[in-house]
Nanobody, 118 residues
């Protein structure tokens, strides 16, 4: 039903910036769902339906910012000061909070590739 389409990935040098976008096409209740960004299926950042945010670790926090635009069924990940270790395929998903972490609710999209290389 819901299709997740990620975009914005590219190859950049260390220190560069990217803004990833995720469109949740077909959702009629996007604003009610928590959303997450994943790197290789591991959570990177989450944003609640309330707008509250959480980040996976201190390496991400302070460089990445997750935001949402509910009117557009879109969630963003602003990535600044990119590092080689940020390289990977990034995915988004609607999530539910469960013991031990987050449960993705929808089929995965294709993701968008971020490559950070000197």
């Amino acid at each position: 039903q819901v299709q997740l389409v990620e975009s914005g990935g590219a190859s950049v040098h260390p220190g560069g910036s990217l803004r990833l976008s995720c469109l949740a096409s077909g959702s009629n209740a996007f604003r009610l769902y928590d959303m997450g960004w994943y790197r290789e299926r591991e959570p990177v950042a989450v944003i609640g339906s309330s707008g509250s945010t959480d980040y996976a670790n201190s390496a991400v926090k302070g460089r990445f910012t997750i935001a949402r635009e509910n009117a557009k069924n879109t969630v963003f990940l602003q990535m600044n000061d990119l590092r080689v270790e940020d390289t990977g395929v990034y995915y988004c998903n609607m999530i539910s909070v469960v013991p031990g972490g987050y449960h993705p609710l929808k089929d995965w999209g294709k993701g968008t590739a971020v490559t950070v290389v000197a």
